[in-house]
Nanobody, 128 residues
Framework: QVPLVESGGGLAQAGGSLRLSCTSS????????MAWFRQTPGKEREWVAA???????KIADSMKGRSEISRDNAKNTLLLQMNSLEPEDTAVYYC??????????????????????WGQGTQVTVSS
């Protein structure tokens, strides 16, 4: 059973918007630092955005000003709002989670290997 499940991907036109969601039936996401990564064929998975357990956020330069990461703990959901989409944003987007204890609630992890749990990904395709 995949610990995280992404949704919200699809086809969008350049300049459009998509909102990705990530949820879990196994993990209580409020206890986790979380992130979005993306990957295109033949390339390494790259970090897009991350949010600490406390809710502080960081966005990759490629998405800064166009994206917002947030979490809704009541719905056990991680969100990624993407605006002004570009064809270069076309990728499979993955949600990731890492357990965080009370001593590190503000830490924002951006490394691939820092995350323990992953979803199967959701395809985002942006047409020009």
């Amino acid at each position: 059973q995949v610990p995280l499940v992404e949704s919200g991907g699809g086809l969008a036109q350049a300049g459009g918007s998509l909102r990705l969601s990530c949820t879990s039936s196994r993990l209580t996401l409020s206890s986790y630092g979380m992130a979005w990564f993306r990957q295109t064929p033949g390339k390494e998975r790259e970090w897009v955005a991350a949010i600490s357990r406390a809710g502080t956020t960081k966005i990759a330069d490629s998405m800064k000003g166009r994206s917002e990461i947030s979490r809704d703990n009541a719905k056990n959901t991680l969100l990624l709002q993407m605006n002004s989409l570009e064809p270069e944003d076309t990728a499979v987007y993955y949600c990731a989670a890492r357990f965080v204890d009370f001593n590190n609630v503000y830490y924002i992890a951006m490394g691939l290997n820092e995350y323990e749990y992953w979803g199967q990904g959701t395809q985002v395709t942006v047409s020009s």
